[in-house]
């Protein structure tokens, strides 16, 4: 929730605007004179100023170039009943955020308010890193809090690598727990490069990647013989990491009749070869990991509760990104430092309007998503800095230009599905270039069929 001061002696639109803001869920500031606002920004925490540019007294130009001497940083949006191209310019020119043309709707003043407070927190995000980049240089440490690959400086990240630092010496059992894209591997490599078995090997393996013969035989290995095609003897990966640590990626899909074996292996380091007879003893350190509820998955009796226990020894909960949007501009930095010099390396930054629609999504596919559209960014960007438009589409905010337009207004359902046919021909046909043969390829249908409907809708 942010709080919003609006600045206007007129009393209708004061009112009028804090209506919207609090529709918004935000909280709005009045104020009927520009000393007045002035003084409310002094006194208060405001997150966005939205001022006339006509009022006696003190003027909106006056109020804008106040509020940038208290915080530089805060946008600040002017309403005029003047609407031109030279008053948006001028008001660009004094620093305004945006300006506001009366008569307004309350969709346009929602969008800017959206868009307004994006930047600012962009902006004061861009801060906090420059502040913090600074302070870790004045220290020595890397940036990312001395585990590698891992970036991130949000109190949520700081408690992870206390956990590390506490847990990383120790041959406990660790369990990562987080949604998708969080960077559960990266914390097991951390804890592996920071433990005692530093110089022994990582050696990772997606339990849910295999079906169940394929991973008892990836997990323990096989004698040769054992089943077709075991032509010869192969060590599992539990083998293969002794003296090391074990990286048990998506435990939870470990199939019933497997998580036996993996108890004893938990508890006595020991195991038989598949095809085998003779014990084989490893001194492995067991890291696992999930996305799922372990806790549910016992519940529901696909997962043993004495696994559980001795797997959850020592459990590492990540949070997700929108838990911690603080650490996208850090992320997005290493991205582009990490990308750029093999896609586009003209590009040495992001513009605030770009990093506060980072800002804004939610990431359902956390930092992995970030990643692959600040690498997708780079791709498109044109100048030396990320802009809006280079984007993703999801993430700027834009409807879909695949999507179709569903007609509004009373139409008879055949109606509703001639519209949408034509829509489908029309963007088929603009994808081929007009080739008439490939845009019924697309749609799946005859070219004699397609000349009908090209005549039908008087598409030429």
């Known amino acids: 929730m942010a709080t919003i001061l609006i600045i206007d002696d007129n009393?209708?639109?004061?009112?009028?605007?804090?209506?919207?803001?609090?529709?918004?869920?935000?909280?709005?500031?009045?104020?009927?004179?520009?000393?007045?606002?002035?003084?409310?920004?002094?006194?208060?925490?405001?997150?966005?100023?939205?001022?006339?540019?006509?009022?006696?007294?003190?003027?909106?130009?006056?109020?804008?170039?106040?509020?940038?001497?208290?915080?530089?940083?805060?946008?600040?949006?002017?309403?005029?009943?003047?609407?031109?191209?030279?008053?948006?310019?001028?008001?660009?020119?004094?620093?305004?955020?945006?300006?506001?043309?009366?008569?307004?709707?309350?969709?346009?003043?929602?969008?800017?308010?959206?868009?307004?407070?994006?930047?600012?927190?962009?902006?004061?995000?861009?801060?906090?890193?420059?502040s913090t980049c600074e302070y870790l240089q004045q220290q020595q440490v890397l940036r990312h809090g001395g585990y590698d690959k891992i970036v991130g400086t949000s109190d949520a990240m700081q408690a992870i690598y206390r956990i590390i630092d506490k847990v990383a010496k120790t041959d406990a059992t660790v369990a990562i727990t987080g949604e998708s894209g969080t960077g559960k591997e990266l914390v097991a490599r951390a804890l592996h490069n920071a433990s005692n078995r530093s110089q022994g090997p990582f050696i990772a393996v997606n339990c849910g990647a295999l079906a169940e013969t394929l991973l008892e035989s990836e997990l323990f290995g096989h004698e040769r013989g054992a089943f077709t095609g075991a032509v010869r003897r192969k060590l599992g990966r539990f083998e293969l990491a002794d003296g090391g640590s074990l990286f048990l990626d998506e435990v939870g899909d470990i199939p019933a009749s497997l998580q036996v074996k993996l108890l004893r292996v938990l508890q006595e380091r020991v195991f038989e070869r598949v095809g085998g007879e003779r014990s084989v003893k490893v001194d492995v350190r067991i890291i696992a990991a999930t996305n799922r509820s372990l806790t549910d998955e016992v519940e529901a009796g696909r997962f043993r509760d004495d696994l559980y226990y001795r797997l959850m020894m020592i459990p590492i909960t990540l949070p997700p990104l929108r838990e911690r949007p603080e650490d996208i501009p850090l992320l997005v930095e290493h991205f582009i430092a990490k990308h750029a010099p093999l896609t586009n390396p003209n590009v040495k930054g992001l513009r605030d309007e770009a990093l506060g629609r980072l800002m804004a999504y939610h990431w359902p596919g956390n930092v992995r998503e970030l990643e692959n559209a600040v690498a997708q960014a780079l791709v498109f960007s044109e100048s030396d800095h990320i802009e809006v438009t280079a984007l993703p589409t999801v993430i700027r905010g834009e409807p879909d230009g695949d999507q179709l337009s569903v007609p509004k207004g009373k139409m008879a359902l055949p109606e509703i599905l001639d519209e949408l046919e034509r829509q489908l021909i029309l963007k088929a046909f603009k994808r081929a270039k007009g080739v008439k043969t490939e845009t019924a390829r697309l749609l799946g249908i005859k070219t004699s069929a397609l000349y009908y409907k090209l005549d039908k809708y008087s598409i030429s």
């Open 11 to 130: 009393e209708t639109i004061r009112v009028g605007l804090a209506q919207i803001i609090k529709k918004m869920d935000h909280t709005p500031l009045t104020a009927a004179s520009g000393y007045e606002g002035l003084e409310l920004a002094r006194t208060r925490e405001v997150d966005f100023v939205i001022t006339d540019l006509k009022m006696d007294g003190l003027d909106g130009v006056a109020v804008l170039r106040g509020v940038q001497e208290l915080e530089p940083d805060l946008p600040t949006m002017l309403i005029t009943a003047y609407g031109s191209v030279e008053t948006a310019v001028e008001a660009m020119k004094l620093g305004a955020f945006d300006f506001l043309t009366k008569p307004f709707s309350p969709e346009v003043v929602q969008l800017k308010v959206a868009r307004a407070l994006e930047l600012g927190a962009a902006r004061r995000a861009r801060q906090k890193l420059e």
